[in-house]
């Protein structure tokens, strides 16, 4: 039985933009973005890429389920788990889906009816048999999912739109800054506001400043560098590092955690199944 004041956060997918499992990427782990946290008894989900798939097999035999799960946005890597979810199949369950980026163009509902539809996918989401609720807010609303529980979100910046959160429980805080570009130079003003004093701040870390600036500039992602540049002054204690590139195998994310360390104390590499108590 969890303690009322534990906060936890577990990671089931840590790679950006699309699963690279293989013998390259086992010790960080090939599964795109899914992050369990636990406040106390309550379970809230941050994202549902394929490490979704694995989280449902572990919650499958905690039903019934009464939770929340926060997407940062509906790009395919961070939704592709959601028809592979089994608590979706228990009748018993209840969930509340949450979207604060598509700024009233779509529902959240509409979007999963379009990506679960022929031929993309056999089945519409229709075939679950828990109760899924879709919840759209605007980036920059504050949410409060459960009792002691608040959420407060900010846009991101992102082609096609996200949303960043801060998740505070039992007096701490975690945020989770993920698809989101800087500007060179130019501290991003609300994602800075956002993880001010925060705890643990899980931030996409998808590039080094040296691969940005020659590749990538326009893509929508971050470097692990401005990830310091942001949480340091910020007064973060534990910066992590996130949306690992699938081009990045494990030597190149050894190399990178080993300058992450030395360039902040408190910083280093999530890594899928690693659990942190905030
Ligand atoms: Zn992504
Ligand atoms: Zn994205």
Same mark, same amino acid.
């Given at each position: 039985?969890a303690?009322? /004041?534990?906060?936890r @956060?577990? $990671?089931?997918? @840590?790679?950006?933009?699309? =699963? ?8 960080? %782990? ?6 369990e946290l636990r406040c106390g008894s309550r379970l809230i989900v ?9 989280l449902?097999?572990?919650l499958?035999?905690e +039903?019934?389920l009464d939770a929340d799960l ?5 790009? $395919?890597?961070? @939704? ?7 608590p979706?199949? /228990?009748?018993?369950?209840?969930f ?13 509902? /509409? ?11 056999? @089945? ?21 999912p459960a009792?002691?529980?608040? #959420?407060?979100? =900010? ?15 039992? %007096? *701490?805080? #975690? ?41 990538? #500039? ?6 692990? /560098?401005?990830? #310091? ?5 910020? %007064? ?15 030597? *190149? ?7 992450? =360390? +030395?360039?902040?104390? %408190? =910083?280093?590499?999530? *890594? ?7």
């Amino acid at each position: 039985m969890a303690r009322d /004041q534990d906060f936890r @956060v577990r $990671f089931w997918g @840590v790679r950006g933009s699309i =699963a690279a499992p293989g013998p390259a990427t086992v010790r960080y %782990g090939g599964n795109t973005s899914c992050i369990e946290l636990r406040c106390g008894s309550r379970l809230i989900v941050l994202d549902a890429g394929t490490g979704l798939r694995a989280l449902g097999g572990q919650l499958a035999a905690e +039903a019934p389920l009464d939770a929340d799960l926060f997407l940062t946005h509906t790009h $395919f890597d961070h @939704v592709c788990g959601l028809p592979f979810f089994k608590p979706f199949f /228990q009748p018993q369950n209840r969930f509340r889906l949450w979207a604060g980026h598509l700024g009233g163009t779509y529902t959240l509902q /509409q979007v999963m009816r379009e990506f679960m539809m022929a031929p993309l996918f056999p @089945v519409p989401p229709e075939i679950f048999k828990a109760a899924v609720e879709y919840r759209d807010f605007h980036a920059g609303e504050t949410l409060a999912p459960a009792p002691g529980i608040t #959420v407060r979100s =900010a846009p991101l910046n992102h082609p096609n739109g996200a949303t960043g959160f801060r998740i505070e429980y039992a %007096g *701490k805080a #975690v945020c989770y800054i993920t698809d989101t570009e800087h500007v060179p130079g130019s501290p991003d003003r609300s994602v800075r506001s956002l993880i001010e004093g925060a705890d643990a701040v899980i931030y996409d870390s998808m590039y080094t400043d040296d691969e940005y600036a020659r590749l990538y #500039v326009g893509w929508g992602h971050s470097t692990w /560098q401005e990830a #310091v540049r942001l949480c340091k002054p910020a %007064g973060v204690k534990k910066l992590i590092a996130f949306h690992h590139d699938p081009e990045h195998d494990d030597d *190149k994310l050894d190399a990178i955690g080993r300058e992450i =360390a +030395a360039a902040m104390p %408190g =910083a280093f590499l999530a *890594k899928e199944g690693m659990e942190i108590v905030i």
